[in-house]
């Protein structure tokens, strides 16, 4: 039998459920030499997030296949060395959902009934029924910034209060939502029609302050907030300006841009209920989470697939010398679709032409996902649970092979349909090195080597080129490379600038401005 070393507290029936399979050493509160000294000896290994799982400690472990993570970071897990070692990591992202779904609730309920300053009150030996006069949910509306799991699993339990629910989620299909009750809406008509407002996104460059002043402006007078996800999806100043306004009639806050929170005024706030991040602290989901990270163990340890795998599965090496290399390039074109195309997402096309075409496609498919997924998603995405992702939120995937492909060996391809239309990237991969070889109709080569890639969209004319350039040498942004694909000479053109730098906003409004530009997208790949 396997040998499995847990050495941080979890659930009991985590524990009880490795024993049926695995022989198991409840060992918590080690100090780093400690487990240096015994971690050779087991095949798996399950942490919380006290347990620093180092470089250091996956060389030693010269036995192990697998760490779990009781609970969805993996902060404390080095992934690179992990992945290096041929060592699984899994962690267990759905165990809290319900909780944090129903702190959700309680945190809508105490601030539609002034619960908390009520009950301070009464406390302190006051009896002021007519100074806490609540409101009642029903037959207000709730709208729901982000519909994952946590967010999906409000919309269930809000209905049963009869509220009208509006969504805002641009990643997720129309008929998804409206199965589940839910109005899609963009985010400025969803701040302006809600009495409450939850948020449960993922905090990306995107999210970051996705609630700020001119977001508050939006409001109804009175309407209230909820934020169960992410301190920094919120602007802690612009909230502290909406209540002293009336703007905002009362916010309730889990978590903090800080934690513990620096923000005194806005903890101390009067109109202000926050809890200290609980809303994964019931029994049932740490129970819950240690069960569902021990499952995933107890699979890779029997040779099974794990559904949430959160570094890059191994290919067959049979496989390998033929995919490996488009794996990479798959994977950027699915990220750059996500940039690139605007609405709702209903589907996706995608296309293997060449040698590729003849193998089993399976990883480069579930490549283009966790690109296309990543930004947009709370958590690891990786080759394993993109496609359970892509499937929870309604869309639709095809697949398409040819094993001919005229102008490259091997190419990849995906075309994602939204509300908005159709866009179309293909790459391929030359010399080792992932290249964008075509956008829609236009044929050009780009080596997505620059934290930051400018798309723009442009009537094909003297001059274009150096006004794109001139707006972004005068705001001190660094071009790397500039490639231009177009139809026709002086027809419409797609010009694709690498950029060392950020583009604020109004340097992207500038350029959409100047009178030759369709359309400019500014695409943030991070460290490629």
């Given amino acids: ?11 009991a029936e985590g524990v009880e459920l490795l024993k049926t399979r695995a022989e198991v050493d409840v060992k918590t ?101 007519s100074a806490f006069m609540g409101i009642e949910v029903r037959n207000k509306t709730l709208g729901i910034c982000g519909l994952g799991r946590v967010g999906s699993e409000v919309a269930r339990r809000s209905q049963s209060f009869e509220m009208r629910l509006v969504g805002y989620d641009p990643f997720i299909s129309p008929d998804y939502a409206s199965r589940m009750g839910i109005e899609l809406v963009s985010l400025e008509e969803l701040l302006v029609q809600a009495d409450f407002i939850t948020l449960h996104t993922p905090l990306t460059d995107g999210t970051r302050h996705m609630i700020s002043g001119d977001q508050v402006a939006l409001l109804k007078p009175g309407a209230r907030l909820i934020n169960v996800a992410r301190g920094e999806l919120v602007d802690e100043q612009a909230i502290i300006d909406g209540l002293e306004s009336g703007q905002l009639g009362g916010v309730a806050l889990d978590v903090f841009a800080q934690e513990p929170p620096q923000n005194t005024e806005l903890v101390g706030h009067p109109k202000v209920v926050v809890t200290p991040h609980l809303g994964a602290s019931t029994e049932e989901a740490q129970r819950e989470v240690a069960i569902e990270a021990s499952e995933q163990v107890l699979a890779v340890l029997n040779g099974e697939p794990a559904r949430n795998t959160v570094n890059a599965p191994f290919v067959a090496p049979e496989v390998h010398a033929v995919l490996a290399s488009y794996v990479p390039v798959a994977t950027i074109v699915g990220k750059l679709l996500t940039h690139l195309a605007d609405g709702q997402f209903l589907g996706i096309t995608i296309s293997y032409e060449g040698e590729i075409a003849e193998h089993d496609t399976r990883s480069l498919q579930a490549a283009v996902l966790a690109g296309l997924m990543e930004p947009i998603t709370t958590g690891q995405v990786n080759l394993i649970n993109a496609l359970v992702l892509a499937r929870e939120r309604g869309l639709n995937i095809t697949e398409q092979h040819n094993t001919s492909a005229p102008e490259y060996s091997s190419i990849v391809s995906a075309t994602i349909e939204t509300t908005e239309g159709k866009i179309t990237l293909a790459g391929t991969s030359l010399r080792n090195e992932p290249h964008i070889v075509k956008i829609d109709d236009y044929w050009l080569d780009i080596v997505p080597t620059t934290p930051y890639m400018l798309f723009v969209d442009n009537q094909d004319q003297p001059g274009s080129i150096g006004a794109v350039g001139m707006i972004a040498g005068a705001h001190n942004i660094n ?15 797609m010009m694709v600038i690498g950029l060392d730098d950020p583009v604020p906003a109004e340097v992207l409004e500038e350029i959409q401005n100047l009178g030759h530009i369709f359309n400019v997208r500014l695409a943030h790949l991070g460290s490629l």
Avoid at 1 to 11: H, K, S
Avoid at 70 to 87: K, M, P, Q, R
């Fill in 1 to 11: 039998m396997p040998r499995i070393l847990v050495a941080d507290p979890i659930g």
């Fill in 29 to 129: 509160g080690m100090e780093p030499p400690e487990l240096l000294a015994v971690i050779a000896e087991y095949d798996g290994l399950v942490v919380r997030s006290e347990t620093k799982v180092t470089k250091e400690v996956i060389e030693t472990a010269k036995l192990l296949k697998v760490v779990g993570r009781a609970g969805i970071g993996v902060d404390n897990i080095d992934l690179d060395a992990a992945t290096s070692a041929g060592i699984a990591v899994v962690n267990a992202p759905t165990g809290n959902t319900v909780a944090a779904a129903e702190h959700t609730m309680a945190l809508m309920l105490a601030l539609s009934r002034n619960v908390p300053s009520a009950h301070q009150s009464l406390k302190s030996g006051e009896w002021k029924r």
């Fill in 479 to 493: 071009i790397s490379f500039m490639e231009v694909g177009r139809l026709a000479l002086r027809g419409r053109a």
